[in-house]
């Protein structure tokens, strides 16, 4: 199973949004509403951002929104600070009990 | 608030087993959810090993189900994850994580493995 692919980065300045594209197949990604995505920050484990396309958890600030069209899945980032620099992973349930992850985009605040 | 940690040897050599363990806190591994491996090799994405259910029922990555094993102990509310004829490639931060309906809400901090003689 291939990962879902992701631009390698994007970068945006304070208080600006940024948009990550997670583009995969109607095997993963446009087959199911089971779309996540995670932030990680370096030496960190990943933290659950988004859930089911666009759910956010508690905690979770509403900066953070997710969409989903077709095969590709999309999280904003909106009003951009500095915490949210970061790497940021997609990932899709992928049916018969498996799960892809994406390749990873790399958030600069500049 | 369930609690994830990782315990298991840092050094593996080539060809032999890496064993890690996953203890849960904080709540019952037996509630209704499945519990994840995920591995990432420095510097690199996240990879998807497999998960087990309390039951015992298992789901694997298809790239690695002939050499992986995931197992789960009630008794002491953790699971395990076994990984047979290892390579370097194999060398990574290997965490584990709780499935709660398809997204992983839940991590441990995660461990470094390496493959070296």
């Given at each position: 199973q291939s990962a879902l692919t992701q631009p390698p980065s994007a970068s945006g300045s304070p208080g600006q949004s940024v948009t990550i594209s997670c583009t995969g197949t109607s095997s993963d990604v446009g087959g199911y509403t089971y779309v996540s995505w995670y932030q990680q920050h370096p030496g960190k484990a990943p933290k659950l951002?988004?859930?089911?396309?666009n759910k956010r958890p508690s905690g979770?600030?509403?900066r953070f929104s997710g969409s989903k069209s077709g095969n590709t899945a999309s999280l904003t980032v909106s009003g951009?600070?500095?915490?949210?620099e970061a790497d940021y992973y997609c990932t899709s349930y992928?049916?018969?009990?498996n799960y892809v992850f994406g390749s990873g985009t790399k958030v600069t605040v500049l | 608030q369930v609690q994830l940690q990782e315990s298991g040897p840092g050094l593996v050599e080539p060809s032999g087993t890496l064993s890690l363990t996953c203890a849960v806190s904080g709540?019952?591994?037996?509630?209704s959810m499945w519990w994840s491996w995920v591995r990432q090799p420095p510097g690199k994405g996240l990879e998807w090993i497999g998960e087990i259910y309390h039951s015992g029922s298992t789901n694997y990555n298809s790239s690695l189900k002939s050499r992986v094993t995931i197992s789960v102990d009630k008794s002491k509310n953790q699971f395990s994850l076994k990984l047979n004829s290892?390579?370097?490639?194999?060398t990574a931060v290997y965490y584990c994580a709780r499935d709660n309906g398809r997204n992983f809400d839940n991590w441990g901090q995660g461990t470094l493995v390496t493959v070296s003689s």
């Open positions: 951002m988004i859930y089911e396309v979770v600030p509403d951009l600070q500095a915490e949210d992928a049916g018969s009990n | 709540g019952s591994i037996s509630n290892v390579t370097a490639a194999d």
